[in-house]
């Protein structure tokens, strides 16, 4: 986990291939290698991990991760998983509301993922990851620039270094330069 959330993933892999039948070993194996973009080495865990436990929450967690750096019919699939698990009232988490919330903004239903992060915020109004979906999900359903700024301001409180922020400052500052190329 150290070297994980260093960022040094080699490092972490060599750790971890040694655990391969280890479920929690290979949640982060995979974690990896989507945060590398290597889904074919993604795919190819899964499928083996597949082998050896197909009923566990955390090996259908794991599909779902991996079903939303797919897309098509397995943005539903991955809906489908993370409904499941919300369906035991212990399982019903933040991190559970935002995973059905992204499957449904990749599904094109806003509202709904809407809804889902409104509940989640409800549960935790200083969860990084429901603030940047709620960002992103306000913007897609043209949500007032009041209502976006708030959640951005809200982010900004909890989370000030976090990568969502950085990325817009530096698109904003992109932007600014642009325009001025182009003042009248």
């Known amino acids: ?28 194996i995979i974690q990896i290698y989507l945060q590398l973009d290597r889904l074919d080495l993604a795919k190819r865990d899964i499928a083996a991990t597949k082998t050896w436990t197909e009923d566990a929450m955390l090996a259908q967690l ?18 489908y998983i993370y409904e499941e698990i919300a369906q035991s009232s212990s399982s019903n988490t933040v991190k559970v509301l935002n995973g059905q919330a992204v499957c449904n903004i990749l599904l094109g239903r806003y509202p709904e993922a809407e809804d889902l992060l409104l509940e ?29 700024n708030r959640y951005i301001t809200q ?20 932007f600014d330069c642009s325009a001025q190329r182009f003042a009248l």
């Open 120 to 148: 989640a915020l409800n549960k935790s109004n200083s969860d990084p990851d429901t603030l940047v979906n709620l960002i992103v999900v306000s913007n897609l359903i043209g949500k007032p620039t009041e209502v976006v």
């Open 62 to 79: 794991i599909e779902a991760w991996v079903g939303l750096r797919t897309d098509g019919d397995k943005y539903q699939e991955a809906y």
């Open 155 to 174: 982010l900004k409180e909890v989370a000030p270094n976090h990568v969502f922020l950085h990325d817009l400052d530096l698109k904003t500052s992109l």
């Open 1 to 28: 986990m150290i070297y994980y959330l260093e960022g040094l993933f080699e490092d972490a892999l060599k750790v971890l291939v040694r655990h391969n039948r280890n479920l929690e070993c290979v949640a982060l």
